[in-house]
C-alpha cells in the first residue's frame, strides 16, 4: 500500500515538473520573441503604429496612369502609375491613407502626392497599381472609405501648382488682392501661379485644363511664367473665385486687364 501510494506521488511529482518545464520554456520563447522585437525596433530605426481615422466613407475615387506617367506632381515628385500614390485637393504631401473599396472589401495604403482629382463628386485619384489592388480598373471609379493613418508635413493643406524645389515654387501666392474692387464692364485674370520654369507652369496649366476651366494662359514675365484664367467679366470674377478655390486653386492673384 505504502508503496502504491509512494508510486503515484512520484508519477504525480514527474507529471508537474515537466508541466513546469513546459510553462518556463513558453515564458522564455515569449520573452525571447519580446527582446527580439525590441531589437528589430532599434536596428530598423523604429517602426511607427497609426491607429486609422476614418476620413471619409462613401465617397468616389477614381484613378490616373499612362498619360501622366512620368511628369511632375504638384508635390514636386515624379508620378509613378505603378507606385502607391494618391491626388487629393486639400490634404498635406506626405499624408498616408488607407483606402477601401466598398464593393468588395480589398483596401491599399496610399501616399498623397499630388492635387485632384478636378472632376466634379470625386474626392480621390489613386495611381494605377492602387487601382489594381482596389480591384476598379474595370469600372474606372469606386466608392471608397478613407482613413488617415498618418498626416504629412510636406505641403499645406489647399495649395495647388508648387513643386518640390524652393527655387519652383509659386512666386505669387498672395490672396491679398482677392477682393480688389472690380468695375463693371472690365475683365481680369486670375493668377493662380508664377514659375521660373516653364515646365512647373505647363504643369499647372494642364491641372487647370483637367478640371474644365476654359480660357488657361501662360503670361511670360522677365523672371517668371505666369498662368491665369484670363477674360473674366468683373461680375463673375467672384464665382470663379470660388470655384478655383472649390477644386483646390487656392493661390490667387487678380488683375485688371490692360486695354
Known sequence: ?????FSENLGDNIVGIFAYRRRMAL????????????????????????????YKNGVTASYYADKFHGRKTSSGEVFNMYGY??????LPFGTMLRVTNLANGKYVTVK???????????????SKAAAVKLDMIKTG?????????????????????S???????????????????????????????????????????????????????YQKTQTATRVSVTKVPAEKVRQMQEELRAKGFTQQVVRKRRS
Open 27 to 54: 515564458r522564455g520563447k515569449f520573452t525571447r520573441g519580446i527582446f527580439a522585437f525590441f531589437v528589430l525596433v532599434f536596428f530598423l530605426g523604429g517602426i511607427r503604429i497609426y491607429a486609422a481615422t476614418v
Open 141 to 161: 471609379t469606386a466608392k471608397v472609405r478613407i482613413e488617415i493613418l498618418g498626416k504629412g508635413e510636406g505641403g499645406n493643406a489647399g495649395t495647388s501648382g
Open 112 to 126: 498623397v502626392n499630388d492635387r485632384g482629382p478636378f472632376v466634379k463628386g470625386r474626392e480621390l485619384d489613386v
Open 163 to 217: 513643386s518640390g524645389s524652393t527655387a519652383n515654387k509659386p512666386k505669387a501666392t498672395s490672396t491679398a488682392n482677392s477682393q480688389v474692387k472690380l468695375e463693371k464692364g472690365a475683365l481680369y485674370d486670375i493668377q493662380l501661379g508664377a514659375f521660373s520654369k516653364k515646365e512647373n507652369a505647363v504643369n499647372l496649366a494642364q491641372k487647370l485644363l483637367r478640371a474644365e476651366f476654359k480660357n488657361v494662359s
Open 1 to 5: 500500500m505504502a508503496a502504491r501510494k
Open 85 to 90: 500614390t494618391a491626388a487629393h485637393k486639400t
